[in-house]
């Protein structure tokens, strides 16, 4: 696993999308609008099919990256696919029902719909490893980027004192794990200067 450090800028410069590998970009969802761009660059020459998982396709942003990379913004455009899923259940037909060929996929916020806690944590961890089959199928035949956010999930539930719903780490770990090159953005921390008087 390929872990590039966290740029100080905020500004996504990853290495390269390489087919056979499953990338990951761990990018807090107040900060998706880079990555939006890099699915743009790989919808200027060939088929990008996106499978949304938190909502966060912005087609204005995407248009506008492509804007700066070339002239005919409306046919790469038209090579963009996007298909949105809301639960869990609709992201493992999505990945199920999604060919695996010559064609990019970018997997956007895949773990925003496995943080619902009204879904067993037990189903949704079996979900989850049904999911990560069906993205190393992908990788195989073409380039595949999945991004997460590390923001976590929903307030964990309580109930006679037993925790009911992971706090999202435990999916991201197991994400990350499945993951050949794992990426991680974000705004830098603000810097606090702490007075010692």
């Keep these: 696993m390929q872990l590039l450090p966290e740029p100080l800028t905020g500004k996504i410069t990853p290495g390269k999308i390489t087919p056979g590998k499953i990338t990951l970009a761990v990018v807090p ?17 060939a088929p990008l099919r996106v499978l949304d998982g938190g909502n ?8 506008q990256a492509l804007r700066q990379q070339t002239q005919d913004v409306e046919a790469a455009l038209e090579r963009i696919h996007v298909s ?20 990019a ?3 956007l916020d895949l773990l925003a719909t496995f943080r619902d806690e009204n879904v067993p944590l037990a189903e949704r961890q079996r979900l ?14 073409a380039p595949l980027l999945v991004s997460a956010s590390p923001d976590g999930g929903p307030p964990m539930s309580r109930q006679h004192g037993q925790r009911q719903s992971p706090t ?30």
């Design 168 to 197: 999202g780490d435990e999916l991201l770990v197991r994400l990350e794990k499945a993951a050949d090159q794992v990426w991680r953005f974000g705004t830098p921390p603000t810097m606090v200067q702490l007075r010692l008087w």
């Design 29 to 45: 969802r107040r900060d998706i609008q880079p990555l939006l761009g890099m699915a743009a660059r790989l919808a200027l020459n």
């Design 84 to 103: 949105r899923a809301f639960t869990c259940y609709q992201m493992v037909t999505l990945l199920d029902e999604t060919e695996a060929i010559p064609a």
């Design 56 to 63: 966060c396709f912005n087609a204005y942003i995407v248009a």
């Design 128 to 141: 989850l490893g049904h999911c990560l089959g069906r993205l190393e199928r992908l990788a195989a035949a």
């Design 105 to 107: 996929t970018a997997v």
